[in-house]
């Protein structure tokens, strides 16, 4: 098996963030990295701690996902893979997630084996 992918999460809604690292920290295939409050720190630490890929609520207080997105891929050489965490369908956050070097646009009522599953297959390049 290969090494785990390393993964830091940005949501500023602490319960959300904890169900989302207890599901990852279950699986073997990922190595949960970091927990950022907002986009602004989930920029330093990204830069910081090098993580395969980065899960960004789409919007946060400090900074959208979408901002931090575009800000990460430009540090970080697109070496990180990013997915955008959502609420609700627009069109228009997807777009502009896309275009911010985002790998992933994910409404988050998924379930977490979906959402493992996602991350995975973006960890694969696709």
Known sequence: ??????????????????????????????????????????VVMASALKPDVVLLDVSMPDLSGVDAAREISRLCGGQVRMVILTVAEDAQSLMAALKSGAHAYVLKGISGQELCDIIQRVCDGE
């Open 1 to 42: 098996m290969s090494q785990p992918k390393r993964v830091l999460i940005a949501d500023d809604h602490p319960m959300f963030r904890a169900g989302v690292a207890a599901t990852l920290g279950a699986d073997p295939r990922f190595d949960m990295v970091g927990q950022a409050v907002g986009g602004l720190e989930a």
